[in-house]
């Protein structure tokens, strides 16, 4: 039984920092709110054919993100009368990075599973102070993924396609992935903050006296 509250133990202090940095980064990466903010931001509409607000092309993005369309190809344009905005090229590099993306959804998903079953292990155990005490060290697991990661996503490399500066390459670009990774850094910390708070309060000790 030690052996197993030692595994456990250990898998809530790494599964719950790794749920919410997955979880946030993710949801982020697919959220339409995200993109029409950076393209409204970058008056991203003013700099392609046709009538297109910035809030349908962060949508369009979004879509594409979450898989609602299969290929990244505008299909509000009118391939008679306007060309399309995204070459074959860049279509191909968005797919392949869709698909890293919803390669972590497996980690999230296993992580997710795990920081529920330890959590219920000492539920049931009764041993709510080594649930607080995974808590508690869990936000430095959280503070040295982050320092981590951060330079190696900082470094993410846009490829330049076809040598020029294409639409693709205005509206995707580096700020744009610092925006990313900074939202996702927010949105982990208040996710660490939620799920703490609810760990909190499932293994706050009874009063002797009420």
Not at 16 to 26: C, D, G, H, K, Q
Not at 58 to 74: A, C, N, Q, R
Not at 132 to 143: C, N
Request: glycine residues 6%; negative net charge.
């Amino acid at each position: 039984m030690k052996a197993l509250t030692h595994i456990f133990f250990v898998l809530l202090i790494l599964c719950l920092p790794i749920t919410s940095v997955l979880l946030a980064e993710n949801a982020v990466s697919r959220a339409p709110d995200f993109y029409t903010y950076e393209f409204t931001k970058l008056q991203a509409s003013q700099n392609v054919e046709g009538e297109i607000s910035d809030k349908e092309l962060g949508e369009f993005f979004s879509d594409f993100m979450m898989g609602k369309t299969k290929d990244f190809l505008f299909t509000s344009y009118d391939p008679e009368e306007e060309q399309e905005p995204f070459t074959e090229e860049e279509g191909k590099w968005m797919l392949s990075f869709r698909e890293r993306l919803n390669f972590l959804l497996g980690p999230l998903a296993a992580a997710f599973v795990l920081l529920i079953a330890a959590s219920v292990f000492f539920w049931r155990q009764g041993n709510k102070q080594k649930l607080r005490a995974a808590v508690k060290l869990s936000w430095g697991v959280f503070i040295l993924l982050w320092a981590g990661l951060l330079p190696l996503l900082l470094h993410f490399d846009i490829p330049t396609f076809s040598g020029t500066d294409t639409f693709f390459q205005l509206v995707f670009n580096k700020d744009l992935i610092k925006d990313w990774i900074y939202v996702g850094i927010a949105g982990s910390i208040l996710i660490m903050g939620i799920l703490t708070s609810i760990f909190w309060k499932l293994s706050k000790p009874k009063r002797m006296f009420s």
